[in-house]
Every structure is written in C-alpha cells, then in structure tokens.
C-alpha cells in the first residue's frame, strides 16, 4: 500500500537561499543590533534549519512518498496525501489546517520551541519569544524514531571510523527510573548482546556466555580510556524489566545491528534506547545446546 506524505517547512528570512551564518557573525559589528542579539538570531536560524534536516533525514529512511514544500509556495489546497508534517511553530501548523480538511491528519513538529531563560534574558533587546508549540505533537529533541530491526545477536554503536574516539554516555532504568547513575564514557563503542550473541564477539572481547534462554542482555564497553573509579561498571547486563539508555556526543555515528549489513545512522544529541523487549524468535535448538547452559 502506498503511502503519501506531504511535508511542510516554514521559510525563514526573505529568501530561500540558505543563510551563510559565517558572513552573517563577520557582520556582527556593523549592524545596529547588540551582538549577542544577532548570534542568538544565528543560533534560531541553525536550529531550525537542523530541525528540517533532521526530519528529512528520517523521510528518506522510510519506504513513502513525501514531497517538502515552503510555506511561502503553499496556496493550493492539499490533497492526494495521507498525512502532513508540519516543521516550524503554530503558524506553519494553522497555514495548512486552512488548506486540508478533516480527512488528513497533521502532526506538527515545533523546530524550535521558546526556553524560558532566553526570554528572560533578551526581553528587553527585543521579542525573544518564538512560538509556543502548543499545537506541535512533537520538537527535533523528542521526535523518535523506532527501528524496525531487532536484533538476534548483538548490537555495536561506535564512530564510522574506527580510530575515532567515540563519546557517549550511558544509564539502566527501570519503568522510567534511574537504576544507576549516568556514565560518561570515550571509547571504542558499546556493544550490548543477547544470550545468543553472548558466545561471538562478546565473549571474545572478555565477556560471559549466558544461558541460551536468557532474556537479559549484557553490555560491554570497548577499549574504555581512562575509567578510572568506574572501570567495573564498564561491562554488566540488563536485566528483562529493565532498559538502557545512551546518548550519543559525536557528530557522526552508527548503530550496527548483527554485523555490518544492517546499520542505522546516528547523530550528536541523539538518544537510543535499547531493552530485550523484541518479539520472540521461535528456534529449533538442539538438546545438547539446551543441557549445556542450563
């Protein structure tokens, strides 16, 4: 079945050319405005282009047809298409409820929401105050993406090149809650693995073979440098109630899934979560395997 989305972004500036930022700080000092006015202006401008990057990327990841128009170009009524996406503020958002009608469903993902603080700091500069969201489903920061793909054997989240230092930070939680505190780690990578996994590059790496039945996973930080006082929280498992979750601090990374062929793409700032909760797997073992880990 065919799947149509239409893709909405809100325009910034007078102009669809892409901003230089670069030119635009050298002109800083020239310009009427405070500077630290205009670098928050820069700032808006990156995060909300970063916002329809973001949502691009993901489109392009999925099997539909999407088509991205600016809000400037939209005044057509919208048809043919199963759902829109709005990226912008509320205004993106209402531009288009007034074009469609009740037969397609919007989701509008706010790109880049007002922070108390800003206001707070700027107001008397000028109206720091962006839109407010409250029509938005969803920003760039919570905006998840499940994969489809679960994993039989083990998971390998590392920098695309391997002499690169890979930065992240990790937590087991339970139903919402931290069961341990965060770790911040430059490594190699992570691995997690299942009990199936658990004999392969897990268990050469030093890890432990686990019962075949076993529904924890067990994780392994690779080549950790310096750890320190944390050097024995750098490996342990997580149990079936429980999850893990990492956040990624490179620009670039990749998420490998049982070896090299599968591979989702990864990106600073992101958050992944992993949890043996995957649907099962029906495998004929044999005995021997069976008696063997019981």
Not at 122 to 148: K, M, V, W
Not at 212 to 232: C, D, N
């Amino acid at each position: 079945m065919d799947f149509n989305l239409g893709l909405l972004f809100e325009e910034l500036g007078n102009g669809r050319e892409e901003y230089d930022l670069l030119k635009l700080r050298q002109l800083l000092h020239l310009l009427i405005w405070p500077a630290e006015v205009l670098r928050y202006l820069c700032d808006r401008t990156l995060a909300h282009k970063n916002a329809i990057n973001f949502c691009q990327n993901i489109l392009k990841k999925k099997v539909v047809d999407w088509k991205a128009v600016f809000r400037c170009d939209l005044s057509e009524p919208i048809r043919d298409v199963d759902l829109v996406v709005t990226v912008g503020g509320d205004g993106t958002l209402l531009q288009a409820s007034h074009l469609m009608d009740d037969s397609i469903p919007v989701l509008g993902v706010n790109s880049d929401p007002t922070r108390p603080e800003e206001v707070a700091e700027l107001n008397e500069e000028f109206d720091a105050t962006r839109s407010t969201g409250y029509l938005c489903a969803a920003t760039a920061n919570n905006f998840e993406q499940p994969i489809s793909t679960a994993a039989l054997n083990d998971v390998l989240l590392a920098h695309p090149c391997p002499a690169t230092v890979s930065r992240f930070s990790f937590r087991i939680k339970k139903i919402g809650e931290p069961l341990s505190s965060l770790l911040h780690c430059r490594s190699s990578g992570l691995r997690v693995s299942t009990a199936a996994g658990s004999t392969a590059a897990m268990h050469s790496a030093g890890g432990s073979a686990m019962p075949i039945l076993s529904k924890e996973l067990q994780f392994m930080v690779r080549e950790p440098i310096s750890p320190g006082a944390t050097s024995h929280l750098m490996h342990g498992f997580v149990k079936s109630y429980e999850r893990m979750d990492i956040g990624w601090f490179c620009r670039e990374g990749f998420l490998y899934i049982d070896g090299s062929h599968v591979v989702h793409s990864v990106q600073l700032g992101d958050t992944i979560e992993l949890s043996s909760g995957a649907p099962p797997l029906k495998v004929y073992l044999s005995p021997h395997l069976l008696s063997h880990y019981e």
